[in-house]
T-cell receptor, first 117, second 117 residues
Framework: AQTVTQSQPEMSVQEAETVTLSCTYDTSESDYYLFWYKQPPSRQMILVIRQEAYKQQNATENRFSVNFQKAAKSFSLKISDSQLGDAAMYFCAYRSQLTGTASKLTFGTGTRLQVML | GAVVSQHPSRVICKSGTSVKIECRSLDFQATTMFWYRQFPKQSLMLMATSNEGSKATYEQGVEKDKFLINHASLTLSTLTVTSAHPEDSSFYIC?????????????FGPGTRLTVL
C-alpha cells in the first residue's frame, strides 16, 4: 500500500515571504497522481495543485508551485508571496492509476501553515 | 469547480440513535462518491467508496453494519451511522468524483460535524 509522509506538523512564514512544505511518498507504481489540498478553518477541502507522475515539468498555479522529484519520491509545495489567506492545513495526497483502485486518495498527516504579519 | 453539498453541517444526537448524512453533487453526476472521517487535528481517513447502483466498498477496519452507505442516484449518496456512540463523534467529509474526457477530479463537500452525547 502507498504511504504519504509529511514530516512538518507546523510551519510559519512571514507575509509576502516564500515557504516550502515537504511531502514524501512510497509506491512501487510508475504512474500516479499527486495533489496538494488546502483545508482552511472552514474545513472545506480545496485543491491547490496537481501533478501527473509521467510529466517531468513541475506544475504551477499562480503563487503555488511544486518540486516533483520522482526518483526521490518527493513532492514539495512552494508558496510564494504568502498571504494571510494561505493560513490553513495543507495535505499532500497520492492517487494510483491502477485499474481497480477507484481513484482513491491517500492523504498525508498534514502541515499546519501559519502566516505572520 | 464543481459543487458538492452535505447536509446537515452539524448534528448532535444521543447515544444509540442513528444519524443520516447526505452528500449531493449539485452540478454534475457522480457514479462514485467517497466518505472520509477526520478526527481533530488529524488527516482524512477513507471509510468507503460509494458506487451508484451497487454496494459500497469499505476500507479495512470499517464496520459495514455500523456505517450504512446508500448511493441511490447519480447525485446523492447517504451515510447512516447506526446506533451511534460517543466514539463515533467526528467530522465526516464526502467527495464526489467528476469524470471528464481526459481526467478525473474529486470535489469535496463542506463536511458534517457529528457529536454523540
Amino acid at each position: 500500500a502507498q504511504t504519504v509522509t509529511q514530516s512538518q506538523p507546523e510551519m510559519s512564514v512571514q507575509e509576502a515571504e516564500t515557504v516550502t512544505l515537504s511531502c514524501t511518498y512510497d509506491t512501487s507504481e510508475s504512474d500516479y497522481y499527486l495533489f496538494w489540498y488546502k483545508q482552511p478553518p472552514s474545513r472545506q477541502m480545496i485543491l491547490v495543485i496537481r501533478q501527473e507522475a509521467y510529466k517531468q515539468q513541475n506544475a504551477t498555479e499562480n503563487r503555488f508551485s511544486v518540486n516533483f522529484q520522482k526518483a526521490a519520491k518527493s513532492f514539495s509545495l512552494k508558496i510564494s508571496d504568502s498571504q494571510l489567506g494561505d493560513a490553513a492545513m495543507y495535505f499532500c495526497a497520492y492517487r494510483s492509476q491502477l485499474t481497480g483502485t477507484a481513484s482513491k486518495l491517500t492523504f498525508g498527516t498534514g502541515t499546519r501553515l501559519q502566516v505572520m504579519l | 469547480g464543481a459543487v458538492v453539498s452535505q447536509h446537515p453541517s452539524r448534528v448532535i444526537c444521543k447515544s444509540g440513535t442513528s444519524v443520516k448524512i447526505e452528500c449531493r453533487s449539485l452540478d454534475f453526476q457522480a457514479t462514485t462518491m467517497f466518505w472520509y472521517r477526520q478526527f481533530p487535528k488529524q488527516s482524512l481517513m477513507l471509510m468507503a467508496t460509494s458506487n451508484e447502483g451497487s454496494k459500497a466498498t469499505y476500507e479495512q477496519g470499517v464496520e459495514k453494519d455500523k456505517f450504512l452507505i446508500n448511493h441511490a442516484s447519480l447525485t446523492l449518496s447517504t451515510l447512516t451511522v447506526t446506533s451511534a456512540h460517543p466514539e463515533d463523534s467526528s467530522f465526516y467529509i464526502c467527495s464526489a468524483l467528476y469524470v471528464g474526457p481526459y481526467n478525473e477530479w474529486q470535489f469535496f463537500g463542506p463536511g458534517t460535524r457529528l457529536t454523540v452525547l
